[in-house]
Structures are given as C-alpha cells and as structure tokens.
C-alpha cells in the first residue's frame, strides 16, 4: 500500500513537475494571504501587514528550493539543469561545438564501424553445432615444406575409415555448374560445392526444407541429387516450396532437388549457391587418388579429442601409407590441423586488426584534440571560474559542469558516429562480397552497447584531461593574472604541448603504415604479368554432356567459337586458355623428360599446367622467346607438342636446349618441346614459377572449362555482347560467366591490398588534418596570451624576424618531439605488419623520409600563421591590449 | 537559523503528524495550530514547515488534496495517511521513551 503511493508520488514527480512546482508557488502564497489578513486582523495598515508579513516569511526563494529539495527525483533535475547549462555554453561557440563533434563523430565512428566487422568476422563463433569443435584438416606436401596442403580423396577415404579421433570426417570440393535454362530461363552459371554426403551433418547443420544427403546418394550409381542455397532458391526458383523432388539439369546431368539449406547457412563461402555429393560427380580415379591433392577436408573432433591428438592420428595413418605406397611419389608423410574458424579468417585477421589499431589512433587523437580545445576554452574561461569558485560554487560541481560538457560533445559526436558506422558497414558489406564471413556482418545491440562505452571513455578522457588542467588552487593568482599577463598560462601550455607531441607521434606511426601499404599496393598494381593488360577481355566457359564427350567434339567447338570471334570486326586476336596470369594456380602435374635419367624412386617434379590453343600467346602478347607455338593443323591425337615457360627452361634444362626435348606426362604420353615462352604470373602477388603448355586442340576430355580472352586496339568491352551471342548461337545451353578485362580482373586480385591501404591512408591523412588543426589553435591561443609580452620584447627593440623565429620554435618544438617519437614507434609498428607488405621493405627509407616531410610541412604551415601574426604586431596596440 | 525554539527534524515530523490526526489542515494551520497548542512556546517556521510537509508527502505518510479553506481560497490540506497513522505510533513511543529518559536524567542532577 505505502508502496503504491510512493511510486504514484514518484511518478507524479517525474512526470508532473512543472505542475507541482506551480502548486507550491500557489500553497506559498496561500500562506502569505493568510498572515497578512491575520496582521490586518490585528490592527496594521495594509502596507505594513504586507511587510510584516514577509518578513516573517523570509526568502520565498530559498524556501522553495529547499522544499523542492525534498521532492524525488532531484538528482535528475540537477543532471537535467548542468545539460541545460552545458547545451548553453556550448552553443554560444557554435564553430567549436560543430569542430568538436565532427572529430568525436569521425573517430567514434570508424571504431564502430571497425569493431562492428572485426567482431562479426573474427569474434563471433561460427554459426555451426559446438563450432569450437570443428578443425579443417591438411596433408603436408610431399616434400614437407607447406604444411597446410589440400588433402587426396584416398587419403581422406583411409583417414574416415581408420581413425578413432574424430566424430566426423568430411570432404569437399569447388564445382563450377551449368544451371540450365527451363522454361524460357536463360542458363546460367553456378559456384558450387561437391561435398561428401556427411558435411551438413559433421557441421551439425540441417536443410530448411527437404532432406540432407544419406550415404546412398554419395556413390557414383546413385540418381543425381543436389541441395539448393536459399538464395538460389529465391532467385531462380521464386522460393516455391514445389521445386523439392523437381529435377533440374547441372552440367547437362539430371540432379533432383532435395532440400533447401537456411539463409544464413554459407560454407565454404558466400558465393556458393548449391552443393552435389562428391563421389556421384567426380571420376572415381580421382577420389581413390592417393596423390591428386584436390579437396579441403573438415573434421569434428570426438568427444574430449584435442585437436593435437587428432592430428597426430591422422600424420600416424596417411605415414602408413606413405610406406606403403613407395611407387607413389607425391603421397605425404604427416597432416595438419587447425580451427576451422581461424581456417576461415586466418587471412583477413591481420589486416582487421591493423585497421581496427588504426582507428584506435584515430579515435586517441581525436579525444586529444578535443581535450585540447577544451582546455583552451577551460584557460580562456579561467577568470569567470576563478570568480565563480570564489563566490563559492563547489569545486565538484565545477567538474561535474567541464565533465558534462565534454560528455555532451562525446554523445553528440557519438550518436552522429553511429549514423557513420552503420554507413560504413552497410558500405563494406555491399562492396566486399569477397571478405570472409561477410554475410555475418550486422550493427546489433553489443555494438550499440559498445558505442555507449566509447562515448563514455571518450568523455572521461576529454574531460579529465581538461578539468586536470583547469583544476587551479591558486584562485587569487588567476584572478590577479590579468593585471599583467604577460606570462599568462604557462602551466597550461605545458600540458597542451605534450598532447600535441602525443597526436604527432600518432599521426607519424599512421602515416607511415598507409604510406607502406600504399608503396606495396602500388607495387603490386605495377608487377608485370608477363602479358597484355591493356583492351583484353576475358570470359570462363565450360563445356559439359553428352554433346561434348568425345575430344572431337570439344575441340571442334573451340575451333568453331574461336574462328567466329576472330571473325567478329573490332577483334585483334583472340585465344582460349584454361586460365590467364592472376586468374590463380589453378592445377599442376608431375612429368618426366625423356632424355634425362629417371627420377630416384620417391622423387617427383611438377610444374603449373595450362591448356592453350596455338593463337593464346599472341593474343595475350606473351613473347614467344625460342621456336613456335602450336602447330594448328595438328589436332587430337597428332597434337602431342608442349610449350614451356622461360623459368621451366631454366629450371628443367639448365645449360641445355630444350626444344626438341620431350616431357612424359602421364603414362604414355610423350609431348616434344616446340617452344619457350615468357614467363608469367598466376597471381598478382606470386613471383613467375614455371609453366607447361599443353595444347587445346589435343581436347584430352577432362580440360573442359578455360577462359577466351579476346584483344582489340579499343574499347574491348564492348566485344562482350557480339562473343555472347557467338556463344549462344553456337550452343543456346552454354552460360558464360565472370566477363571481365584484365584489368578489372587484375584489380578484384588485389582488392584487399587497395582496400587496407585506402582506409589507412584515409586514417591518417584524419589524424594530419587533426594534429594540423591542434597545433595551429595552440600556437593562435599561445600567441594570443603573449601579446602584451612580444609588445614589451619590440618595444625593447626585438626584431620581428626574431619573434618570428621564437614563435615559429615555440610550435615546431612539439612537432619535432613527436615525429621523433612517432618514427621511433613505426620502426616496430613497421615490422609487425611485414606480411602484409609486397616488394616493400618494413623501413623504406622513402616512406620514412616522405612522412617526415609530409609532416614538417604540415606543422610548419600550422604554425606559420600564428608566428607571422605575431611578428606583425604593433608594439603600442600589443601594450594597450590589456 | 539556531533560534532556541527551532525544532529538530524529527520531533517537526511528531508534531505535524499529531496536528494532523484529528482532522486535515492546510500549511499555515498547522504552523498556527502547533503554536497555540504547545501555548505559543513553539514556533514553525516556514523555512522548515514546507520542506517537512514536502517530505511527509513524498514518503507517503501524508496525503495533500487541493479544497476550499474557511476564507473561500483553494488551499492544499494534508491529512494522515494509514500508513501515516503507523508512523505517528512509532515516533510517539520514540518520542516517549527519549523524553523519560531525558527527564531521569534531569530530576537526578
């Protein structure tokens, strides 16, 4: 019962304020009436009553804030009126509220933003059964120098069957699919996966709708079935629950649908639209191959299994093998595992937290140069607080008012920032599909609660910094200070300095890690590729079915396509090759030459292969350095030329001639060296290694996918259309896919590279502008202080080149200590970050001295105004000022 | 203030309490009534009576209701809550138990 009342109490107190204080005036009032009609009552004159009476009642004011102080809620009153206050002061200097805020808002709103990925991508567990479980697992090499090699389907077969460790094993693969066209539907082109029946289950994850594979659908005899990504579902199939048991054709081969995985489900990445069991898809040769690496395999560790003892299980049964197999060469000796979380962001970890470091400095000059320009507000405010403190305002409650200032900025700023982040984020998420997890990216209540904390930190920060420096017990002197101040807050610019030398140090480690991202970037645009980049476009294709199983018939098709787009008016040249420099490693294979001795048992050499027709190195302008190309009236089984790289050359046959020589690839047969080309890269980042090529026209059956690529003098992009329709027209059921030029191509491969370094030279080039600006309101505000001192130095006869260069050092000084501090920082900051360089060492001395200029000029135009301002003073003006 | 007739908080709070029991009374009468009771040796003043009615309010153990007072004005009357009414025994046996003790102590000396 007492209670409810209170709380009525209470809420009529919140909610009802205006009109309790109203009632109280009223009951005041009320009582006055009352003694003056008692003191009229009593004989007096009206006037006298009316005196008498009130001063009886003494101070109406104080009696009503006393009794206001008994009501509830009046912390939040007081709270409300120091806001009040601080939204006052602040809006009297709009220019420095609106600076204030922007810097709190930019700092605060690339953490945000920075930590809203950083904590989707790399903190939060994968969205599996007891993720923590889960392990990808990887064969050594044969030779033991990479330890994280993907893993041979027999290999994997023997693993599953042997091992005691893991609950589950399960395999997978890329596939590349033909989703025909029904209905009027045009094909199109499909990232898969084919997996081992049992990946849903060991991920312990179910379909959304339908069924998960069993092993009956995992065999080679089996009726095709495959599960849809939602998306694809959506997509293509208009999200109609009826497409479950539906047949639809991959790759020409009859697959029914039988389930629809969730939304949110995307392994191995976000790009895959549908999985196929693997051992229905792939040749059995393959998945009982002891030494064909192809797959990544997965594994969920058994109950209290480490992961130590899983690997170790594993190495203990593929050595086994190992020794059991000796005439297989490429069997490896030992496996590997790690997290499967780190499997899958491994990659992006480094550069994440790099970035997120930065905008921790951001972030950290941003809070110091609002500290600075509150303390400059503080020193510019010192007499009205000295007077205030004076009259006996509490020194907390002088705190509280600097602290809720600098709070009101931080929330602004905050908030504002937010507004940033979630910008920012939704920015990434729509530009990056290609960063890992990307899907799992979202603003959600843990980053708003994180954006509270900052906000909080950043006005403590702030704040303390500021009153710390406002905090003045010599209360007569400050206010004695204005008299004569011609030494006027040195104390404060003590402090001021060192935030300064602070914020450059930061701003130098910034700058000089974008400038080395930047310098690797730039050499990674400029490595040379070892072919034509210019007006080249590229397109995948691959051919699957029945129309295309006899090596015949493939290379009739290629033949057909490549004289039609020869054909086309605007085509320069035009090759097909099943994979271009920067596409990626795609395959290698182990081969023999002829003419030397055999290889030691045990031993195996392999080098990149490629399939290429003979016109490919013309129309990527790849120099032929020795011999030919392919020969094109060669074809199918008369086709049996190779062409090599220049470091397959010298590597193979070193002071030797190598055309004319064989390579024994496979079994039988024997291919005679006609050529040697020049070399290439098969990514950007990845210095040339040696090459085969095979040709195109021997339509060995298996290459049946590659890239065309096609050369013109101009604007080759537009070629794309008129090849589609050559395509088309020659098979209606063929979907072409990643239509690109080299250099769009080119670029996407180094998109994480442009991305780090873009950010981070956005970052620092913040913190310039940053301690730019702190520095230049220092020096004005020093300046402004000194004026009546360099009045008094002229008028004693000072030259102004002398004030100038005093002033000018006064600035400089602070820089110069933090440049030196800041290069002293980068030297390790440099080091940390060396994987992330290419071609750049981590103290390049160029980046280093370029910084160091940037800066000094930076600090030098800062400081340059306010020296030459006070160089230009009029002695007599500087001396009347006060 | 430090007048002699300045009254502790919580004896302020008994008195009102008491004055209130009989009957519901705006401010200035209970200022009157417990001056007149206590023969004009107790004087409230305004500067503690309206901050110790504020108070009794908000803890609930008073209830305020806006009436006509005897001259015709809207004036705010408080009147003893139940919970108020707990209160007064509480602090009357308080009140009680102090004042004896005090009294032993004065007679001895």
């Known amino acids: 019962m007492l209670w409810l009342m209170q709380l009525r109490m209470r809420m009529q107190m919140l909610f009802k304020r205006g009109q309790a204080a109203a009632r109280l005036d009223e009951e005041l009032r009320f009582h006055l009436d009352q003694q003056i009609a008692e003191n009229l009552a009593a004989g007096m004159n009206p006037e006298e009553a009316r005196f008498a009476a009130l001063r009886a009642f003494g101070n109406p004011a104080l009696l009503r804030e006393q009794t206001r102080a008994t009501w509830s809620w009046t912390w939040l009153e007081l709270l409300w009126r120091d806001v009040c206050f601080g939204v006052r002061t602040l809006r009297h200097t709009p220019g420095f509220t609106a600076i204030a805020v922007l810097v709190m808002a930019l700092g605060i709103g690339a953490n945000v933003a920075m930590f809203t990925v950083v904590r989707s991508v790399l903190l939060k567990p994968l969205p599996f059964q007891d993720p923590d479980r889960l392990v990808r697992v990887f064969e050594h090499t044969n030779d033991g120098e990479f330890s994280f090699n993907i893993v041979a389907g027999g290999v994997y077969a023997e693993w599953r069957k042997q091992n005691h460790s893991f609950s589950d094993l399960a395999l997978l693969g890329e596939g590349e699919f033909n989703l025909s066209g029904a209905g009027g539907q045009l094909p199109e082109f499909a990232h898969g996966a084919n997996c081992t029946w049992n990946l849903f289950s060991t991920l312990g994850v179910k379909p959304a709708l339908g069924r998960d594979f069993t092993a009956a659908d995992d065999q080679p005899s089996a009726n095709g079935t495959v599960v849809l990504s939602w998306g694809l579902w959506k997509r293509r199939f208009g999200g109609d629950p009826a497409i479950l048991n539906q047949t639809i054709h991959l790759n020409r081969q009859s697959y029914t649908v039988i389930g629809i995985m969730p939304a949110w489900f995307a392994y191995p990445d976000a790009s895959t639209q549908l999985w196929t069991p693997v051992y229905h898809d792939k040749p059995a040769s393959v998945m009982s191959s002891l030494q064909d690496h192809e797959f990544p395999v997965i594994g969920r560790l058994g109950p209290g299994v480490t992961a130590e003892q899983g690997r170790a299980e594993l190495s203990v049964i593929v050595r086994r093998l190992h020794d059991q197999h000796r005439n297989v060469a490429l069997i490896s000796k030992a496996a590997e595992v790690r997290p499967l979380l780190e499997d899958i962001v491994g990659g992006v970890k480094q550069p994440l937290y790099v970035l997120l470091a930065a905008t921790g400095c951001v972030l950290l000059i941003a809070c110091l140069n609002v500290a600075n320009l509150l303390v400059a507000r503080a020193a510019a405010r010192r007499k009205e607080l000295a007077i205030r403190a004076a009259l006996g305002g509490g020194r907390l409650r002088l705190l509280r008012e600097r602290l809720m200032e600098s709070f009101l900025l931080s929330a602004a700023g905050g908030a504002l920032g937010l507004l940033l982040a979630y910008g920012a984020v939704q920015w990434l998420v729509h530009s990056r599909h290609d960063l890992s997890r990307v899907e799992a990216i979202h603003v959600d209540g843990v980053v708003a609660l994180f954006t509270v904390g900052l906000i909080v930190l950043c006005a403590l920060f702030a704040g303390l910094i500021a009153s710390w420096t406002a905090r003045d017990k010599r209360l007569l002197a400050s206010l004695q200070d204005s008299a004569r101040s011609s030494s006027g807050g040195q104390a404060h610019t003590g402090l001021r300095r060192a935030l300064l030398a602070a914020e450059v140090g930061l701003t130098v480690v910034l700058l000089v890690t974008a400038g080395l991202l930047l310098k690797s970037y730039a050499r990674l645009r400029s490595s040379d590729m070892g072919c034509a980049t210019q007006n080249v476009l590229t397109m995948r294709l691959a051919l699957f079915g029945g129309r295309y199983g006899e090596p015949a018939q493939l290379v009739n098709f290629y033949t057909a396509l490549l004289a039609r787009v020869r054909a086309l008016p605007g085509v320069e040249a035009a090759g097909f090759v099943q994979a271009v420099p920067g596409q990626g490693y795609w395959g290698d294979n182990g081969f023999t030459i002829a003419e030397h001795p055999p290889l030691p048992q045990g031993q195996a050499q392999f080098a990149i292969f490629r399939y290429a027709d003979p016109d490919y190195f013309a129309a990527m302008r790849i120099p032929i350095l020795r011999g030919r190309s392919f020969d094109p009236a060669l074809k199918l089984g008369l086709a049996r030329e190779v062409v090599v790289s220049k470091s397959f050359a010298d590597a193979y046959f070193p002071g030797e001639d190598p055309l004319g020589k064989h390579l024994r690839s496979g079994v039988t047969e024997v291919y005679t060296i006609v050529g040697v080309v020049g070399d290439t890269r098969y990514a950007v980042s990845e210095d040339p290694k040696p090459m085969q090529y095979y040709p195109l026209l021997e339509g060995a059956g298996v290459e049946n996918n590659g890239t065309l690529v096609i050369r013109s003098s101009h604007d080759v992009e537009q070629l794309a259309l008129p090849v589609q329709r050559i395509v088309q027209e020659l098979d209606h059921d063929l979907p072409v896919s990643d239509v690109l030029t080299m250099e769009q191509l080119l670029g996407k491969s180094t998109v994480d590279a442009s991305f780090d370094a873009t950010l981070l030279t956005a970052f620092a080039t913040l913190s310039l502008l940053l301690a730019g600006v702190g520095l230049f309101g220092v020096l004005s505000y020093v300046v402004a202080q000194r004026t009546s001192e360099i009045g008094i130095r002229m008028a004693l006869g000072a030259q102004r080149e002398q004030v100038l260069r005093s002033v000018l050092l006064d600035g400089l000084r602070p820089a110069l200590l933090g440049l030196a501090l800041g290069l002293a920082v980068s030297v390790g900051v440099a080091r940390l970050i060396r994987s992330m360089l290419y071609g750049t060492q981590p103290l390049d001395p160029g980046v280093f001295a370029a910084v160091a200029a940037t800066l000094l000029l930076v600090a030098a135009l800062a400081c340059v105004v306010p020296a030459w301002r006070a160089s230009r003073l009029d002695p007599m003006q500087a001396l009347r000022t006060e | ?109």
């Open chain 2, 1 to 109: 203030m430090g007048k002699p007739n300045d009254l502790v908080q919580g004896t302020l709070d008994l008195l009102i309490l008491r004055t209130l029991l009989p009957q519901a009374m705006h401010g200035w009468a209970i200022g009157k009534r417990i001056q007149q009771l206590s023969g004009e040796v107790l004087q409230v003043q305004q500067g503690s009576l309206y901050p110790a009615l504020h108070r009794l309010e908000q803890q609930g153990w008073i209830d305020a209701t806006w009436a006509e007072s005897e001259t015709g004005r809207q004036a705010k009357f408080y009147s003893l809550t139940a919970a108020g009414r707990g209160q007064l025994e509480k602090e009357t046996a308080n009140w009680n138990r102090l004042s004896a003790a005090i009294d032993i102590i004065v007679a001895e000396s």
